[in-house]
């Protein structure tokens, strides 16, 4: 039997079984941080004479209990007459958390080394095997007044900015997955993480064969990614792939922090990036469409509301209404996507008739588009190492020499959104309107950032993204950039898979006549295939 009691003495909860087995359910638990105990203590029976074990000190952990008391029952019997149970302590222990001085420097600098799953062990102390009255000379207030104090100032050690979210990252591999492809996804998301303005603390792994369809991981896994949050003072966990509405409910639940998926970061993102009015409709347009379904089992703000004056039965659902008027929003906001459509159509039909071509630029985020651009036409563009650093798009007018007659002529470059792996699919719908500017233009040019280690990964998924496009896109020519941060070996791997490519620098101006030149032979040959 466990019971539960307050610093004021009082028993909140009582009930039968371990530590494990009768935890309080993390959101039911005060949320102090990493800088405060629960203010709970627990004081547990046990049949056997020996120290609490792991699953309990875990479950201590876990619920952040001021203390953990265990009493060893021996003797235990029912006397003749049927009155009950008897026995005695034969002997106590207590346990406490402890501060943990190797926390301190779990910062996210520290902690780059994405992929890598050293989860810190909590630290504990537990007793010497004490009698009843030994027990009862404890001052348990004035230990708990002190380890607090030890916390807080670990805690403040950590230079903890109260605007960032603390982050613990989940990833999964499944047998479809290869090692490596698993290892960059966890790197790219750790990006998008920091992108968002999160500090990455740490990252849980685990292989498993299929996705668990309640909570993604195993069971252990929760537990395990619930005691690391705890112990590293997390605030945000991270998976690296879509959660179903119930899976997010069920990993909530059971860890007591906020989760959220790889979609929610990158919209996130793209609601900080947005600047122009069209980019902000398209953004909101895609969070309600990604929002809508997960409002189901938002606990008790989504309950039924009782039946007013002239009404019958319990009335309208909070949810229901508030579904309805999201689906409202987003006919509206789509209307308003279409107008915009016809509009960028209207700009382009007046392009065309002008007879002045245009070249798209398309490439995976932080491939280094905006700089480019900003090469070769001094469009001054936001530039930024950072993923999705521009999202609207930005047409200038590049002047180059006619392929056959050297005549000066001007052509449209256009800056696009940047791709990623398994773009969602909500921000290719909401920004449809955006990525018609690719299908739309004459040719594409695609820009690799060949210093990434994942440069044909990211290829690969931007080819797989333009094959999905409604309408066929122009001719392209890939450019690899950032050749100056690259060996010889990535260089010569290049030319030997794409021998029609360029190589240029786009922040120290390399190979930009080539290009150029290049450019001219690709619009020529546009033009003379419509």
């Not at 990833?171 to 997955?177: A, P, R």
């Not at 395990?224 to 690296?240: H, I, N, W, Y």
């Not at 002045?356 to 588009?369: D, F, I, R």
């Not at 896109?473 to 690259?486: E, M, R, S, T, Y």
């Amino acid at each position: 039997m466990c019971a539960y009691l307050n610093r004021r003495g009082q028993v909140i909860r009582v009930g039968v079984g371990t530590p494990r087995q009768t935890q309080i359910p993390p959101l039911e638990l005060p949320r102090y941080g990493a800088e405060r105990l629960s203010g709970i203590r627990c004081i547990a029976t046990h049949l056997k004479p020996e120290p609490p074990n792991e699953a309990a000190l875990t479950a201590m952990a876990l619920q952040r209990l001021d203390t953990l008391v265990v009493l060893n029952i021996t003797g235990t019997g029912f006397t003749r007459r049927g009155g009950g149970a008897t026995g005695y302590v034969k002997e106590a222990y207590f346990a406490h958390l402890k501060p943990q001085e190797s926390r301190a420097l779990l910062t996210s600098a520290a902690l780059s080394k994405v992929g890598t799953s050293n989860i810190p062990s909590p630290s504990w102390s537990v007793s010497l095997p004490l009698s009843l009255d030994e027990l009862a000379q404890q001052h348990f207030l004035d230990l708990v007044e002190n380890l607090e104090a030890e916390f807080q100032r670990e805690f403040i050690a950590q230079e903890v900015d109260a605007d960032h979210d603390r982050v613990l990252i989940v990833g999964v591999m499944t047998d479809e997955m290869t090692p490596q492809r698993f290892q960059d996804t966890l790197v790219e998301l750790a990006r998008l993480v920091d992108t968002a303005g999160g500090d990455v603390l740490q990252t849980v792994q685990q292989k498993r064969s299929r996705i668990h369809p309640q909570t993604v991981v195993g069971e252990g896994k929760v537990q395990e990614v619930a005691l690391t949050a705890q112990t590293l003072g997390a605030s945000l966990v991270v998976f690296d792939r879509d959660l179903s509405p119930t899976q997010v409910r069920n990993l909530e639940a059971q860890i007591g922090l906020r989760v959220v998926d790889r979609t929610e970061v990158i919209l996130d993102i793209f609601a900080q990036r947005a600047q122009s009015r069209a980019g902000k409709l398209q953004v909101e347009l895609a969070q309600l469409e990604y929002m809508l379904p997960r409002l189901a089992g938002r606990g008790q703000a989504m309950s039924r509301l009782g039946g007013g004056i002239g009404t019958r039965g319990p009335g309208e659902t909070k949810l229901e209404t508030e579904r309805r008027a999201i689906q409202r929003r987003i006919s509206r906001l789509q209307q308003e996507v279409n107008q915009l459509q016809a509009h960028r159509s209207r700009l382009r039909q007046r392009r065309q008739h002008r007879e002045v071509p245009s070249v798209a630029l398309v490439g995976y985020t932080n491939a280094g588009k905006s700089t480019l651009l900003n090469a070769l036409t001094n469009a001054e563009v936001y530039t930024a190492d950072q993923l999705f650093a521009t999202l609207d798009p930005t047409t200038r007018r590049l002047v180059i020499s006619h392929a056959e007659t050297g005549v000066p002529q001007e052509i449209l470059l256009t800056d696009t959104v940047g791709f990623i792996h398994e773009l969602p699919t909500s921000l290719m719908d909401a920004f449809r309107a955006t990525l018609e500017e690719v299908t739309e233009a004459d040719a594409l040019l695609h820009l690799v950032d060949l210093s990434h280690p994942a440069w044909l990964s990211h290829i690969r998924s931007v080819r797989e993204i333009l094959a999905q496009m409604p309408v066929t896109p122009g001719p392209a020519l890939v450019a690899f950039n950032k050749i100056d941060q690259v060996d010889s070996e990535t260089l010569a791997l290049a030319r030997e898979e794409f021998p029609l490519a360029v190589f240029i620098s786009a922040s120290q101006r390399l190979g930009l006549e080539t290009l150029r030149h290049r450019l001219t032979q690709l619009i020529q040959y546009a033009v003379d295939s419509r």
